[in-house]
């Protein structure tokens, strides 16, 4: 079956500090979401990537989405207090059906120190 | 407010009983899953729907029930053979592709379930 894997599991990043969070896949992608879950919240959706090599900016945040549509990755910079909580990768597989399952990463969980 | 609401917030099950948590959307929307969350394990899809009247298994539906009876209405039964239920289950929800909604998942704010 689909194995997706986000690496690291855990990030402690000193304030103003740049780091990035991967997830990787084992099969060719549809596409990929990533939500962000505050503790004690819920998942709230981020951003989607679809075409390969796709690169897509919020304020801060980088999202990019590989050539062979295995893999995604998404940087912070200057880290911010804000910036705490879990990020998801979320994916739906080429040979699953588009609004069937959407199968998620174990998640990045963000740690910041002021 | 449009949204998804889910009830209870916390809910403590006995040993042999079954209990039902409730998600209710107001947004319309076709596509309505219910997702388990473990400590450091993601979330793992219990069961879906996408119409009425119709639902699948995810990858750990063993132990759960659901129903759709309801667009808006998504219930799901944790039963007595879940021998392991102490978890946060989020309920989401999206629209049918092409209606300019996208895919993505809009989630309720979750119930903590735990055994006695």
């Known amino acids: 079956g689909q194995q997706v894997m986000q690496i690291p599991q855990y990030q402690h990043v000193q304030e103003g500090e740049d780091f990035t969070t991967y997830c990787n896949?084992?099969?060719?992608?549809?596409?990929?979401?990533?939500?962000?879950?505050?503790?004690?919240?819920?998942?709230?959706?981020?951003?989607q990537l679809v075409k390969s090599g796709e690169v897509k900016k919020q304020?801060?945040?980088?999202?990019?989405?590989?050539?062979?549509?295995?893999?995604?990755?998404?940087?912070?910079?200057?880290?911010?207090?804000?910036?705490?909580?879990?990020?998801?990768?979320?994916?739906?597989s080429m040979t699953t059906d588009s609004w069937g399952k959407l199968q998620f990463g174990a998640g990045t969980q963000v740690v910041v120190t002021p | 407010d449009g949204g998804i609401t889910q009830s209870p917030k916390y809910l403590f099950r006995k040993e042999g009983q079954n209990v039902t948590l409730s998600c209710e959307q107001n947004l319309n929307h076709d596509a309505m899953y219910w997702y388990r969350q473990d400590p450091g394990q993601g979330l793992r899809l219990i069961y879906?729907?996408?119409?009425?009247?119709?639902?699948?298994?995810?990858?750990?539906?063993?132990?759960?029930?659901?129903?759709?009876?309801?667009?808006?209405?998504?219930?799901?039964?944790?039963?007595?053979?879940?021998k392991n239920p102490t978890a946060f289950y989020l309920c989401a929800s999206k629209p049918r592709s092409g209606t300019g909604g996208g895919e993505k998942l809009f989630f309720g704010s979750g119930t903590q379930l735990s055994v006695l």
Do not use: M
């Not at chain 1, 989405?65 to 912070?76: C, V, W, Y």
């Open chain 1, 25 to 47: 896949s084992s099969t060719t992608l549809s596409n990929i979401q990533w939500y962000k879950q505050r503790p004690g919240g819920h998942p709230v959706f981020l951003i």
């Open chain 2, 48 to 82: 879906y729907s996408q119409i009425v009247n119709d639902f699948q298994k995810g990858d750990i539906a063993e132990g759960y029930s659901v129903s759709r009876e309801k667009k808006e209405s998504f219930p799901l039964t944790v039963t007595s053979a879940q």
């Open chain 1, 59 to 92: 304020k801060r945040l980088t999202f990019q989405f590989g050539e062979a549509k295995k893999n995604s990755s998404l940087h912070i910079t200057a880290t911010q207090t804000t910036d705490v909580g879990t990020y998801f990768c979320a994916v739906t």
